[in-house]
């Protein structure tokens, strides 16, 4: 196996398991955000305003992820 | 293969300077964006008619929310942040058009914003605690943290930037490999889809501009 084989499968190994944890912390998020919500409906616009804050931060790591990936596809420091 | 989304594609030469395709689309947005504004401004009367309803919907709209995160008047903010905003929205929405790439989908763009904010945060903060003040600040709670505050300056604007670049990317590259593997009218729920998560980073990006203005002139806590 040749460096190029090598990136692609460790970029869809970056991509498939870098959208794991983001994914499981969103769904906490957004079942506490529906959950609070619910309960106080009142505050919904304050809820969601950090709901969506909170959310961009989460889903900060899964696009780490992914520029890793494309780093990996696109821009190989390593692939000659 | 698609062309690399890392790599940006040169137009034309303005003597030595390359100008590329993601400056060139800016250039049109600020056209549409200023000329459109000084259209829109030039009779503005107490009792307004629809055009000035609009409008004042829009900036009364933008300055409620800067108000709701910052707690204080929002005047002296307004001008930048709005401007980020509707910026944002123009350009994230234009990749939407036929035959543009949204300028925010090159690293290039989502960087210059990124140290727009980087430098305006410290601009408002200066400017709000002064100069010992504002340093002083980085110090708190204790001043084992000042290194950890530091780096969290340097590391927030880099994901500021990765986000809104990836987040477009993505959505542009996804609608280009459906395309491309299922051919005409497929991906337009996707296109659909685009056009939401355009609107939501361009809000994510101008809150989080907020909320970090907001903890450097010290009405927000620092997060």
């Known amino acids: 196996m040749d460096v190029h084989s090598i990136s692609i499968i460790a970029a869809a190994i970056a991509v498939s398991f870098g959208a794991i944890g983001p994914a499981l912390g969103e769904g906490r998020a957004v079942a506490a955000a529906m959950d609070a919500i619910a309960r106080q409906p009142e505050a919904a616009g304050t809820i969601s305003r950090t709901l969506f804050v909170g ?3 989460i889903e900060t790591m899964a696009i780490y992820c992914l520029v890793i990936a494309l780093l990996l596809l696109f821009a ?5 | 293969m698609q062309a690399s989304p890392l790599a940006s594609e040169i137009l034309f030469h303005l003597g030595p300077v390359p100008i590329s395709r993601p400056v060139v689309t800016t ?6 964006l200023g ?13 307004p008619d629809r055009r000035q309803a609009v409008l004042e919907v829009v900036v009364t709209a933008i300055s409620g929310q800067i108000r709701d995160v910052i707690g204080r008047e929002p005047r002296s903010l307004l001008s930048l942040l709005g401007t980020l905003f509707l910026f944002l929205v123009m350009a994230n929405l234009s990749g939407v058009l036929p035959g543009v790439k949204a300028p925010t989908a090159q690293i290039e763009t989502p960087a210059a914003l990124a140290v727009i904010v980087f430098v305006s945060v410290h601009w408002y903060g200066v400017r709000a605690q002064g100069l010992g003040g504002y340093l002083a600040s980085f110090a708190r709670p204790k001043l084992i943290m000042l290194p950890l505050n530091l780096l969290s300056e340097v590391t927030r604007t880099f994901s500021l930037m990765v986000r809104l670049f990836g987040n477009v990317m993505s959505g542009e590259f996804v609608i280009g490999l459906v395309l491309a593997l299922a051919g005409l009218f497929v991906p337009i729920p996707l296109m659909a889809l685009e056009i939401l998560l355009g609107l939501v980073q361009a809000y994510i990006f101008t809150i989080l501009a907020t909320v970090f203005i907001g903890a450097a002139i010290g009405s927000v806590e620092k997060g």
């Open chain 1, 55 to 57: 959310l961009a931060m």
């Open chain 1, 76 to 80: 190989n420091p390593y692939a000659g």
């Open chain 2, 27 to 32: 250039w049109a947005i600020m056209l549409v």
């Open chain 2, 35 to 47: 000329g459109g504004s000084w259209l829109l401004t030039r009779r503005l009367a107490v009792h």
